[in-house]
């Protein structure tokens, strides 16, 4: 069995097709898909896909690139609408939540504070409420780093992780895993390929972020959570490993991250 830890299967660019992209991806061996919210405006979407497929369940989160537009009242929400979705075996996580010092209008000073202010307020949600945390980390691996390691979440996930080795050793000493997926196939990615091979396999999980960082071989089409044990079999041959070995492992990886997870899923 395989694990998508990160799909947006709400997105637009799926339409109508989210519940049928799911049936595909678990005709291909994918026993859960994680689809994390990314602002307040979906988070009653998110839950409602996952009551609706079997193989889904889902994060509450506020993204970084939908910071600029949120309040207060956002984080208020947020935290309330977690209280209530403890009930719900299909809410497994904060997120997608983190830093995106990417972007350049994102990046200017009091954008950056306010980024900064939002990951705080939510890690502190993940804290209160023992939930782990999926981290969009891009370009900022570091200030993650050291906010997660000042509020200390339920571990987690590093999403689409493309750090150096010293930074993954800082998530993997915290108790996260380190989110590979499409950005993996390709063979110029030297230094992600060159993390996946080396790095601890007990720190790796797989995920597609689709539709978006489609593997070498959709790109640049829509990416879909399908691809994701063709994605594992790249894992398996950079590692020297067979297909079977990784997909235990990253399986067994992705339900410590995400107990939630493994409880849906059962023994």
Known sequence: MWIDTHCHLDAHEFGAESAAQAALARAEGVGMIVVPAVERANFAVVAGL???????CYALGIHPIYVPQAGEDDLLALRERVAAAMADRRMVAIGEIGLDFFIPMLSEPAMRDKQIHFFREQLRIARDFELPVLMHVRRSQDVVLKHARQIRPAGGIAHAFNGSFQQAQGYIDLGFKLGFGGAMTFTRALQIRRMATELPLSAIVLETDAPDIAPSWVHPGRNSPDQIPRIGAVLAELRGLSVAE???????????????????LGA
């Open 246 to 264: 990784v997909a235990g492992a990253t399986t067994a990886n992705a339900r410590a991250a995400l107990p939630r997870v493994a409880a849906l």
């Open 50 to 56: 996952a009551a609706g497929v079997d193989n889904a």
